[in-house]
Each structure stands twice: as structure tokens, then as C-alpha cells.
């Protein structure tokens, strides 16, 4: 199988898969639930899994917008043609689940308006820009990879949470707790709307507006709901006192868990955070090791 195919196939996996840490996370839910409306909805929500990962059938209509983050190693390279294969193998991949067209067609001007309506062919939907990451850094995922590592991570991002997702300075008062807490308070609101509930929220915290869109994507792809440190369980525990519970149901799981990635920091007043509450075919992540 050549790497279009593979990366096509890994596509298909992050629409269709349940990852494991997710699948825990659920069956602990529905058997620590006692409001019996939310009980069967956890239920349901596991059962749509199951299906879709027996048929290979998209876990939701909305099938998601492309990010790509490669994980490389100081003795591996990128060129630009594995670029263009990453882009070319997305497109099959597209056309292969079959996603959703959700392509725009036009210039800028009618892409905004959607004035000329939507590609037919699902792979027409480019990817977001593709983030490299620095197996160096200061965030709170530490990777522990080797000098050969070249990881390939695709998500599929849905229009429902980035609707509901926010980004912005925070005064941080030289207090930890403040920070979390506006984070929080962001998030008690922002569930409230998102409908389907229980979310994954995802948190970063960095310098700049794209430094803490980058760590939250990175908590994503590399968070795991069987290994929540004390931050991300305090941060869970909080936002699930809300009650709203599995698709406004009420009980005891608004959120299976917390990805909480905090990157470098400046000397400043503020710190940058932002927020994206997953709905709950989310996060749909596929990893091609290469």
C-alpha cells in the first residue's frame, strides 16, 4: 500500500474510530450515571460508535475540517513533496469515507457569501495550514519520541464546537487559579450551547493567539482521558457540577474529560487562552507513523 493509501485509510479511521482512552471513558460514565435519561443517552452515543466502527460509516454528518500536525524527529525530514502527498492522500481520503461537501466555491468575496454554492466532490475541502511540532518544547504533553520518529496526526474538526470555541487574553493576576477559572467560566457557557454533550474540552495556554490554538490542538492529538493529571480532573469535576449532562439531559457527565496543554509563557500581564468544547463524536484523531 503506497502512502496515498495510507493516508487515505487514516482518514477513514478518524471519522469511524473510537480511540480506546474514549471508549473507557464512556463505559465509566454510563455506569456511574443514575439519572436514567442520561444513562440511555450514553448509551446511545456508545452504541452509534460501535456501528460506525463495525460499517466504517462517518460518526456524524458533519465529518470535520482537516488539521494535520507532523511529529518529527532530529534525524528525520519533511520535503515538500511528503507536503503535497499529505494534501493528495486528504483529498482521497475525503472522497473515500465519503465526507460531507463542504467546500466553498469562489473567489473571497463569494466564498464568504457562499453565493456560488459547494464543491460535489468532498475532497475539494483543503486542509488548515499544516503545524509542525517541536519535540522540544515546554507544553504539558511531553512526547517521548525518538530521533527516527516522523508521526503524521490527523483531526477532524467540526463546525459545531468552533462555533463555540473562543480565544483571548486573560489578566492573569499572577494567579494560576484565575486563569483556569476564566477558562472555566468560558467553557460553563459555552457547553451550555453546544448541544451535544458530553464534550472533550480542550484548553491551551500560550504567548500569542496561535501559539494557544497550536497547544490546544496538540492536547487533541495528544491528550488521553486514562491519564488526566490533577489540573484536568479539577477542571472536569467543575464542569460537570453544571448538570447539563449528555445532549442537555441532565446528570452526572457534561464532560468525559480535559485536555489542559500550557506552553511557554512571557513576562506580561496577560496570558493567551483558548478554548474548544468538543461535541461527543469528538476528538476524531488517526495517527500515520512513518
Not at 477559572?181 to 468560558?186: D, G, K, L, Q, R
Not at 488521553?224 to 453544571?242: F, G, M, P, V, Y
Request: glycine fraction near 8%.
Amino acid at each position: 500500500m503506497g502512502i496515498l493509501e495510507d493516508i487515505s485509510k487514516t482518514i477513514v479511521d478518524a471519522s469511524t474510530t473510537l480511540s480506546q482512552d474514549k471508549f473507557h471513558a464512556l463505559k465509566r460514565a454510563i455506569h456511574m450515571e443514575d439519572n436514567e435519561n442520561a444513562k440511555w443517552t450514553l448509551k446511545q452515543i456508545l452504541k452509534n460508535y460501535e456501528v460506525a466502527q463495525d460499517i466504517k460509516f462517518p460518526l456524524c454528518d458533519d465529518t470535520g475540517i482537516p488539521h494535520v500536525i507532523i511529529e518529527i524527529g532530529e534525524d528525520r525530514e519533511i520535503s515538500g513533496k511528503l507536503i503535497n502527498l499529505i494534501h493528495e492522500g486528504i483529498e482521497l481520503g475525503l472522497n473515500n469515507l465519503p465526507a460531507r461537501p463542504m467546500a466553498v466555491i469562489g473567489d473571497e468575496v463569494q466564498r464568504i457569501e457562499q453565493s456560488e454554492g459547494l464543491f460535489e466532490r468532498p475532497g475539494m475541502l483543503r486542509p488548515a495550514s499544516i503545524l509542525i511540532d517541536n519535540v522540544n518544547d515546554e507544553s504539558t504533553y511531553k512526547r517521548d519520541i525518538s530521533s527516527d520518529t516522523l508521526n503524521i496526526h490527523f483531526l477532524l474538526e467540526g463546525g459545531g464546537p468552533e462555533i463555540r470555541a473562543k480565544t483571548l487574553s486573560v489578566y492573569h493576576k499572577r494567579s494560576f487559579d484565575n486563569v483556569i477559572n476564566t477558562a472555566c467560566e468560558w467553557l460553563e457557557e459555552s457547553l451550555k450551547m453546544l448541544g451535544c454533550t458530553p464534550s472533550i474540552p480542550s484548553i491551551g495556554i500560550g504567548r500569542t493567539h496561535y501559539e494557544a490554538t497550536s497547544l490546544l490542538l496538540k492536547s487533541i492529538a495528544y491528550g488521553n482521558l486514562d491519564n488526566q493529571n490533577e489540573h484536568e480532573q479539577k477542571i472536569t469535576q467543575r464542569l460537570n457540577k453544571t448538570g447539563i449532562g449528555p445532549m442537555g439531559f441532565g446528570g452526572k457527565t457534561t464532560v468525559l474529560g480535559t485536555y489542559l496543554n500550557i506552553g511557554n509563557q512571557r513576562a506580561s500581564g496577560v496570558r493567551i487562552v483558548s478554548i474548544r468544547p468538543s461535541c461527543f463524536v469528538e476528538p476524531r484523531v488517526a495517527t500515520l507513523k512513518l
